[in-house]
Every structure is written in C-alpha cells, then in structure tokens.
C-alpha cells in the first residue's frame, strides 16, 4: 500500500516522561507505517528547554502560527520538585502557557465518548466542550485583608490627565476582605472570536453564559461583547452552517446542562471554565478520555491531550514494570492535526485517515480490549486490561 503524503507540515512537539513514550509508538505503529509524515520537529521534553534556555518552546510556538497547525505531547511544568530532579538552571515557565500567549488561543476541551464508558448523567450521549477563557478575573486579581474598621475605594486615574473616577467598594465597621478584578475589552474579544470561529469549525451550536443579572457592568460587557461580533460577523455563517449561538445566565446554563444531550461547546468566564471543565471530564469518565484544542483567532489549531505525562506510570516504566497507560487522548491530538492538516490542503485522504485511525481506537475499547484505567469504570463485562504497547497494537490490529 502506497503511503499518504502530506503537502504541507505540520508542528511536532514532543514531551516528557510516560507520554513520550506513547508518543514514539504511537508514531511507529499507528502512524509511520500509513503515512510520510510530514512534520517540524521540536523537543520540548524538559531537559531540551533547559538546554535551550526554553527557546525551542517559543520557536515551537512560532511555528505553530506560520503553518497553522501543531499537535504536542504533554509536558513538565516545572516545580521546585523538578527543579532538581532535572538539574535545571531555571524554573522554566507551562510551555502551555508560553504558546498560549504567543497564539493567543483558547482552550476547547472535548470528551471522547465511547460504548462501554457511560457518563454519570445518562441523558448525555454527546461531547460537551468546555471552552474557557484564559485571562483576568480572579487569576488576575488583587486583594487585601482588611484588618480593622476603615473605608476601600476604587479609583480610576486616566493617563491623560481627565478628572479620576472613584466608587466605595466598602465601608468596613470591623476586619474583612477585599479584592480587585480586571478584565480587558481585546482579550475577551479574542475569545468571543475563538468561540465563533471553533463552532462554525465543528458545526457545533455555542452557548454563552455569565452572572450578568448581577454583575451589571463586569460580566455584562462580556455579554455584550460577543453579541455585537455575533450580530456583526457571524450571524449570517451560523444561519447557513444551521447552528445557532445561545446566551443565557450561568445558572440557567448549569440546569439546562443537566437535561441536554451534548454535542454542544460551552464558552465558560474564567473561574467558571476552570471548575466547570474538571466536572465535565470527571462525569465523562476519565481524564484520560479528554481532548484539548488551542484554537487562535486567526485560525491556528494545536491540538494535545488534556493530560498530563502520567509521572507515577513513568517512573513503574523506568524500573522495568508493566504500565498500562491510556494513550486514547493522544492518539486523538494526532488525528485531530492530521485531520485538520488534510482539511487546509484539501488533502482527503488525510482526513480519511483520521476518521479511520479514531473508528479504529474507539472500536478497540467497544470489543473489549481497554486499559487499566477503562476497565476499571467500563460496562463491558470481563474486558481484557492491556498494557501500554499492546494496546497500541490492539488499535493497529483493527486498523489493518
Ligand atoms: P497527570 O499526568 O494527568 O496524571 C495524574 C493521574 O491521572 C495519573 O497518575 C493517573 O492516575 C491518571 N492518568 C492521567 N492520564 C492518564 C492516562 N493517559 N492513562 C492512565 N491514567 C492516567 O497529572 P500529574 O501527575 O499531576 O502531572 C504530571 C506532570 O504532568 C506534571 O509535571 C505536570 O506539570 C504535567 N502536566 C502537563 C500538562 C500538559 O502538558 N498539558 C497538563 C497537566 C499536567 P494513577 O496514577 O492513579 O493511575
Ligand atoms: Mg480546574
């Protein structure tokens, strides 16, 4: 069989520890053997951003930008742990972060939904996608501990010299707390403009909710950002993809999620996205079931597993013991990129073979033949537990 070709590259970036590892054979036996890959390179396992002194991980990132598309492995984010496990010379910053910002992206987490791993909400049979804003709020916050009667007020001084603005925040009889937040007109854009772009991407409806009943000015401007990009630039493409957008109080969202059946992606504030995305992995069944897209504004797509390098199974690995590590979520970032790769050059057979590689992984786990992770949640009775390379195999099986 003749291998496919990709015009176009696409962005490779390695990682650390266990999925490293599921990275090599992912691509050896799912991967190499059908395809001429295509791809720029880029270590950004630990040791390699040390001794770049982190620059491959911006490097990675401007790649990402000029071709459009990446797919990464799972990464250390260091810690003081790390910092001498490793030898490091400095305690280098989430290489997520690092591109994040560089893109300016948002992050779309998606369930894989597979017979046999029943959500807990049995009336959910499609991925919901939690889409969370990335900037400001409460992760960008001052505050202060207020230990005695006084008054807090904020003040606004403009640059230019223009009469300062002032309101009472409170005035406190005896101690308490106090805090300040802030969020920026071009960041929630950004967002608003991610969402749109990512649901017209995957023809999925977008929903939209806040607390702008009671925050009238804070979370109100939110709503009101993303229904005047709606009304003026996407109104007319949503009509014609036939998905709608939908705003509604976050309470009001939360109940209506409950009742739904997916297939939907929820734009979530902040604080929100944060808390909301753990419950929805967690209700989905495993976090080693979730996928993550960075999407920019300007249509740049990275796509990963939401997480991270599996460092207890590294480590069993490491002194010669079996794993049996989950590398589903990986193996859909890839074929999330191929996909996405083969749809930019309108390379068909790429895609196809995304479609195929997914069918083949979820077809795996239907027949029964799951990691340790799975089996210990699935409905499939007596399913055999496979280790990390077998169940690989077990994939490039069906495939063939
Ligand atoms: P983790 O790697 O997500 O693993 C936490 C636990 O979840 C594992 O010990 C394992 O549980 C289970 N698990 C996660 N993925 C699994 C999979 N594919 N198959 C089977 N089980 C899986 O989180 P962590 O241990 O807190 O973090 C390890 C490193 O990853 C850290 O250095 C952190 O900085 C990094 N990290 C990177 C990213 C990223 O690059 N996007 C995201 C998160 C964390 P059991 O041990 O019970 O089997
Ligand atoms: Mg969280």
């Known amino acids: ?54 620059q491959v991980t911006f490097d990675s990132a401007n790649a990402a930008r000029k071709y459009g598309v990446a797919v990464k492995c799972a990464t250390i984010t260091p ?70 009667p006084g008054v807090v007020k904020l003040v ?40 749109f772009e990512y649901a017209l991407d995957s023809r999925q409806d977008l929903w939209f909710s806040t607390k702008d009943t009671i925050s009238k000015k804070y979370d109100h401007r939110f709503k009101d950002i993303f229904a005047a990009l709606y009304e003026s630039q996407y109104k007319e493409r949503f009509e014609k993809a036939g998905i709608t957008y939908f705003y ?33 992995s967690s209700a989905f069944g495993s976090l080693a079931m979730m996928t993550s897209v960075l999407v920019s504004p300007d249509g740049c797509y990275e796509y990963e597993a939401a997480h991270g390098t599996v460092q207890r199974h590294y480590y069993k690995h490491l002194k010669g013991e079996e794993t049996s590590t989950n590398s589903v979520a990986t193996i859909f970032a890839w074929s999330g990129a191929l996909r996405k790769r083969g749809e930019l050059d309108g390379n068909k057979e790429l895609m196809s073979f995304a479609d195929r590689l997914e069918k083949a992984t979820l077809e795996t786990i239907e027949s029964g033949k799951m990691t340790k992770d799975l089996a210990l949640i699935t409905s499939i009775s007596n ?11 077990a994939i490039r099986e069906r495939l063939e």
């Open 156 to 195: 606004y001084a403009p640059e230019d010299g223009s009469a300062e603005q002032t309101i009472e925040v409170h005035d406190f009889k005896s101690g308490g707390v106090v805090q300040g937040q802030h969020n920026l007109d071009v960041s929630i854009e950004s967002f608003a403009k991610s969402c």
């Open 1 to 54: 069989m003749e291998k496919i070709k990709m015009q176009t590259p696409l962005v490779e970036m390695d990682g650390d520890e266990m999925t490293r590892i599921l990275w090599q054979i992912i691509k050896d036996e799912l991967l190499k053997p059908y395809i001429d890959l295509n791809t720029r390179y880029f270590d950004l396992g630990l040791e390699n951003r040390n001794d770049t002194n982190d």
């Open 79 to 148: 810690n003081a742990d790390r910092m001498k496990e490793y030898n490091l010379k400095e305690m280098w910053k989430s290489p997520n972060g690092t591109i994040r910002a560089i893109l300016d992206g948002t992050v779309f987490r998606t369930p894989i939904v597979v017979k046999g791993i029943e959500p807990c909400v049995k009336n959910w049979k499609k991925p919901i996608t939690i889409a969370r804003h990335a900037y400001g709020d409460v992760y960008k916050n001052v505050e202060m501990v207020i230990p005695a």
């Open 248 to 280: 509604t109080l976050i309470d009001d969202a939360v109940a209506r999620i409950m009742k739904a059946q997916g297939g939907f992606i929820w734009a979530c504030k902040n604080y929100d996205g944060d808390v909301m995305s753990d419950m929805i």
């Open 383 to 393: 399913p055999a537990v496979l280790n990390s390379r077998d169940f690989i195999l």
